[in-house]
């Protein structure tokens, strides 16, 4: 009995200003090639999406896809490319060496024989691009991009509302959410998405300023001075920081901890 795949979520979110966010685990490109041959890939929105939208990430995903099969081939053909290459290296030196002379012997010879084997590795990396089974993995991939359909979650949906609310809010307001503790119950229900989508704002907020931004919100949860309240709000908005999709991470987050 073949081995049930495990199932990847891929969501479709609108800003207010009308602005499409997809949530994919393809941010870490090192994962495309595990997630598409191994894994059901489910697509999910809120509001449908316009067709451009869709268009825009499928062709971003071909390029991924791309970049990966490259990636994919060098690894593969190092060794046989690079004995190839010194062999051409070895047969082209030996060659100057013997057959043509001149007055500087050494310098020449290896110059000219390592512009010859660059040459060769760069020629034999394109043949191998276009080989049957760099081809067979580009068509597999693409196939499988192609598959991805998107169909409406009530999950979503909650998601969506919720962060246009937020971009309604003040930031003062958003942070006193922050230092409430407050949840709005969005993962009820859909564990396994909300689960998902927590690890690829993960990685959407893996930057210094988020970092820090997020452990002085986290101290500041319960309770937190006038001051302390009026400091990080200042922090905020200097650092120009996604506060609505911020706290709709965090208390995400928050939720699938506790269900957890």
Known sequence: MPKRKDTVHIFHLYRKDGTAVFLHPFRNSDRLFQVLEKSEIAGHYGTEP????LTLFRNELYRLVETQVKRWVADSRFIPRFILSAAIFLVSYLFLSFVVRDPLPILDEVA???????????????????SEAAL?????LRSKV????FTESEFVRRLETALIAKEDEKP???????????????????EQEAEQI???LDAMFQSSDFKRTQKRLRRMEGSAPGRERESMQ??????KVDVPLLVLYMQ???EVKTQA
Request: hydrophobic content about 45%; charged content about 35%; overall charge positive.
């Open 252 to 254: 995400l987050k928050k």
């Open 234 to 239: 200042r922090w905020l908005e200097s650092k």
């Open 146 to 149: 192609d598959t991805i359909v």
């Open 172 to 190: 003062d307001d958003l942070l006193e959410q922050i230092v409430a503790g407050n949840t709005a119950l969005l993962a009820e229900d859909h």
């Open 136 to 140: 067979k993995k580009r068509i597999a």
């Open 198 to 200: 927590v690890r690829y």
């Open 50 to 53: 316009r067709v451009e939208s």
């Open 112 to 130: 000219i024989s390592l512009a010859v084997a660059i040459g060769a590795n760069i020629l034999l990396g394109r043949r191998d691009l276009k």
